[in-house]
């Protein structure tokens, strides 16, 4: 067993509850965690189809047909022909989708950075090295 489960278990819970703050910071309250997902990986790619995006998102076709559905409801995506295969389309986003993606983004780093301005000196420098691991950590392969 791993000396350090009581330290992952602590480490989980704490990003999973900071996780859940940060989803709260949207531009558009009426989308929920999957389309947000679904948008920064639009932007992160570019254009990009269905099964694409679901392959990313690691979830089923229907079940981004769904999400991708409400952005495009909400003006946030747009479906354009692909240039070679006519039996697929193309998953863009909008500039109105971009918008709200950037306001978004600018929300929730406001909010974290005015928690971060209330540590002490010596937690922002913890919280900065901290940082590192835990990025290394995300693209462990193990």
């Known amino acids: 067993m791993p ?82 295969d006519g039996r697929k389309q193309l998953l863009v986003i909008t500039d109105e989708g971009q918008q709200m993606i950037e306001e978004t983004r600018r929300r929730r780093n406001l909010w974290l950075a005015t928690q971060i301005d209330a540590l002490t000196p010596d937690e922002r420098q913890t919280l900065q090295q901290a940082a590192r691991i835990m990025e290394r950590l995300a693209e462990s392969d193990a």
């Not at 009426?30 to 679901?54: D, N, R, V, W, Y």
């Not at 079940?63 to 240039?83: A, F, I, K, N, W």
């Open 3 to 84: 000396r350090s489960l009581a330290l992952s278990n602590d480490l989980r819970i704490a990003v999973a509850r900071l996780s859940r703050r940060l989803r709260r910071a949207v531009a558009d309250e009426t989308l929920g965690f999957p389309h947000m997902s679904a948008l920064g990986t639009m932007q992160k790619c570019g254009a990009i189809t269905l099964q694409e995006l679901s392959t990313k998102e690691r979830v089923t076709p229907p079940s981004m047909l769904r999400t991708v559905q409400g952005l495009v409801d909400h003006g946030y995506v747009d479906r354009t022909p692909h240039e070679t």
